[in-house]
């Protein structure tokens, strides 16, 4: 599982630590035993199968898996030292510092400049229009999108280009101040030269914040990531495969040097 000698664990502080979390959808425990810890300041990519629990795994990290109601959570998860799942835990302020940004796009129905100011405002992170202001323009500048918007704020939200929008949506999360931004497929609907523009900015974000990103593209994972979990499906009776972390490394290992037979068949693309 994670290799003890994992140089980048070892530089930086655990923001997020998972403690053999199980997760169920009613009586179907679709992911066990996941133990990792995600460091600080640095991108963790998630890789692996489809239906092996990259996206469950990563919507237990904001709580977003509550608002479905057969979901179950054995194990712990904790945020720094806080477990995310005690009763006096608010989940909505859990999702106001660990952001989320999805596989589309999904700006709200409102101008470029509202879709950022809303969060600021309800969040009451603002005293003044000023102050508004300036987190918009910084938001969208953090965002690398300043510049192709800043002479039409009041435009609608979805007059923009997909990759502009999800850099829309990339500066609304960031607008609010998180400490995690948690990426599920974030490219998966753009174009190439999007995707650059996006990875490019996951670089950069970096520097703010940590990142754990949940993608399809392994040459995405070896490109904007620090540290890569390979997760696996098994098949057990019933025709249903339940998810687990096989290797949990730096991303350079995985890729070049993995411990496991079937990351190394997984990340050369000899699999199934
Ligand atoms: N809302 C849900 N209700 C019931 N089962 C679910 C739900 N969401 C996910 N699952 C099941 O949990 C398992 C893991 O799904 P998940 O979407 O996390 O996998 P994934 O690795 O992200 O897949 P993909 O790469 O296809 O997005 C699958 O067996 C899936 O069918």
Request: hydrophobic share 35%; proline share 4%.
């Amino acid at each position: 599982m994670t290799n003890p000698d994992s140089t980048v664990l070892n530089q930086t502080e655990t923001v997020l630590r998972t403690d053999n979390v199980s997760i169920f959808y009613g009586d179907f425990k679709a992911v066990r035993d996941v133990s990792m810890d995600i460091p600080k300041n640095r991108v963790t990519a998630f890789i692996g199968p489809s239906g092996c629990g990259k996206s469950t795994i990563l919507r237990c990290f904001n709580r977003l898996n509550d608002l479905i109601p057969i979901f179950k959570l054995e194990g712990r998860i904790f945020y720094h030292d806080q477990s995310l799942y005690e009763s006096n835990v608010d989940a909505v302020e859990v999702r106001r510092r660990i952001g989320m940004v999805f596989q589309k796009p999904n700006p709200f129905p409102k101008s470029i400049y509202d879709n950022i100011a809303y969060g600021v405002r309800i969040n009451g992170l603002a005293k003044s229009k000023a102050d508004i202001e300036e987190i918009v323009e910084r938001s969208l500048r953090q965002a690398a999108l300043w510049d192709e918007v800043k002479d039409k704020m009041h435009q609608s939200g979805f007059a923009l280009s997909g990759g502009q929008q999800q850099r829309l949506c990339i500066a609304r999360t960031v607008a609010i101040n998180p400490d995690v931004v948690l990426m599920d497929e974030p490219c998966a609907s753009l174009d190439p030269i999007s995707t650059l523009k996006v990875e490019e900015l996951i670089h950069e974000l970096k520097e703010n914040y940590t990142i754990v990103i949940v993608t399809h593209n392994m040459q995405q994972a070896s490109r904007v990531s620090d540290m890569t979990a390979f997760f696996n499906a098994k098949a057990i009776e019933g025709g249903k495969r339940f998810g687990y972390l096989v290797e949990y490394d730096n991303t350079e290992d995985i890729f070049q040097n993995p411990q496991e037979e079937a990351t190394q068949q997984y990340v050369s693309g000899r699999f199934g």
